[in-house]
């Protein structure tokens, strides 16, 4: 065979390896795996004293070091060090409000902690809140960069894995454990304590989990990057079967999680899909079609299903659950109102529940809020959404306002975006989608 000649060292550079390195953006590659991975919650728990409540060990308040963490922390060292290469200070004076705005935010949490009971657990709180609000900042400025289009197989990629391990285990009725607890994959069945199980009819049923934490957090990463999925797909690409795979698997998924109000949410996505694209071509249609049917059929024939719904009432545990823990939440925000009870100092003792007694947070972000930072920090959180909601709406894409609004509704009845890692990373990746200029 002949070796091929060239006439001089950079055009062989261009045509081998050293080119390939070349094109290699590592910063790409980690923001592509952060997404990737962010259904996961494999991670080490740590348990300092701080950690507990009245002797109990509580997840929300325990030093976590997750594979998503590593991963955000490498990026932001190669953005840091490469934005000193290429004057890191001149940077810095074009972004001199969003510094200064930074500073007073600083200034007034450690006021806040100072004031708080449980002071160590403020300070993790405070480095997870520097952690994705720099995460945000870092989608914000990545997506200067990525289509949204480039990332729907990452996301298709993560619905479809995450559809077939809830169906997996709702068949099953428990978790499958093996290599999926290196994705953060609880060990349970319906009969493990605490479990969230679902009563119809007398039959208790278990709720998938996936690798998420509750079936509520399942529920909401589905409806969030389906919706993405399904505004977003060219359906005559070759990207669209696989994201058709994910529209389907990921709808059966959300019906399976029995979460209500993400699967109320979804019917709106697909009736805003249908709605905006009117004039359908014969591939939407087709799309459309199929899920629709997935949705009629369950429906009409899946009784538990069916019975999630006609049987609500106001008087089930979870609501009362609810009710319950934001008169809690409001008792502890009476007793610091001007600036909150402390970052992290949500959690003070149990709620009784029945014959039962829980430690959990209030499910409602905004109250969250408003116990933790107090009227003030509520008002920066009022005028942070002001001006999110003036960059929504200046923007011609349907799904980003779907998706800022969805954020507000389910935040209005849980608490994960601001207490779990996978609800902190869905919003902080939210916020920068929204706040940037790609749609």
């Not at 590592?26 to 991670?43: A, S, V």
């Not at 319906?190 to 479990?195: A, D, K, M, R, W």
Request: charged content about 15%; aromatic content about 16%; hydrophobic content about 50%.
């Amino acid at each position: 065979m002949m070796k091929r000649s060239y006439p001089n060292q950079s055009v062989k550079e261009k045509t081998g390896f050293l080119s390939f390195v070349r094109k290699v953006n590592l910063e790409k590659i980690l923001f592509f795996l952060i997404l990737l991975f962010l259904p996961t919650q494999f991670g080490k728990h740590f348990w300092p004293d701080f950690s507990y409540v009245s002797g109990i060990r509580i997840d929300y308040l325990s030093p976590t070091l997750y594979l998503t963490d590593v991963l955000i922390s490498a990026l932001l060292i190669l953005l840091f060090i490469k934005n000193l290469k290429n004057g890191l200070l001149n940077k810095a004076r074009k972004h001199r409000t969003f510094l200064i705005h930074a500073f007073l935010i600083t200034i007034f949490l450690v006021f806040n902690i100072l004031n708080s009971e449980n002071k160590l657990a403020g300070i993790y709180g405070i480095i997870k809140i520097a952690e994705f609000t720099l995460f945000s900042a870092v989608t914000y400025i990545m997506l200067k960069k990525i289509k949204i289009q480039n990332l729907l197989p990452f996301f298709s990629i993560s619905v479809i894995v995450q559809s077939i391990i809830s169906i997996a285990q709702y068949i099953r009725q428990e978790s499958l454990g093996g290599v999926l607890y290196f994705l953060g994959e609880r060990t349970f069945s319906g009969q493990t304590p605490g479990i969230a199980n679902l009563s119809i009819d007398g039959n208790l049923i278990l709720r998938p989990y996936g690798t998420f934490s509750h079936p509520n957090v399942l529920a909401g990463f589905l409806l969030i990057f389906l919706t993405i999925i399904l505004f977003k797909t060219d359906f005559r690409k070759k990207i669209g079967s696989i994201c058709l795979i994910a529209l389907i698997l990921g709808s059966v998924g959300l019906l399976l999680s029995f979460s209500r109000l993400p699967i109320l949410l979804w019917i709106l996505s697909i009736s805003v899909f249908m709605y905006s694209r009117f004039k359908l071509s014969l591939e939407n249609k087709a799309v459309v079609i199929l899920i629709l049917l997935a949705f009629i059929f369950s429906i009409a024939f899946y009784s538990p299903f069916y019975l999630r719904f006609v049987q609500s009432s106001l008087f089930e545990e979870s609501f009362v659950l609810r009710e319950k823990l934001f008169a809690h939440g409001f008792s502890i925000f009476a007793k610091n109102p001007l600036i909150g009870a402390g970052v992290n100092n949500y959690l003070s003792g149990f709620v009784s529940l029945g014959n039962t007694f829980v430690i959990q947070p209030v499910h409602n972000v905004f109250m969250l809020v408003l116990i933790q930072t107090g009227i003030i920090g509520f008002a920066g959180l009022l005028f942070f959404i002001y001006r999110i909601c003036v960059s929504v709406f200046k923007k011609k894409s349907i799904y980003i306002k779907l998706i800022f609004a969805y954020v507000l509704i389910i935040g209005s009845f849980d608490h994960y975006f601001l207490t779990l890692q996978q609800g902190q990373l869905m919003l902080a990746f939210i916020i920068g989608l929204t706040l940037s200029k790609n749609e």
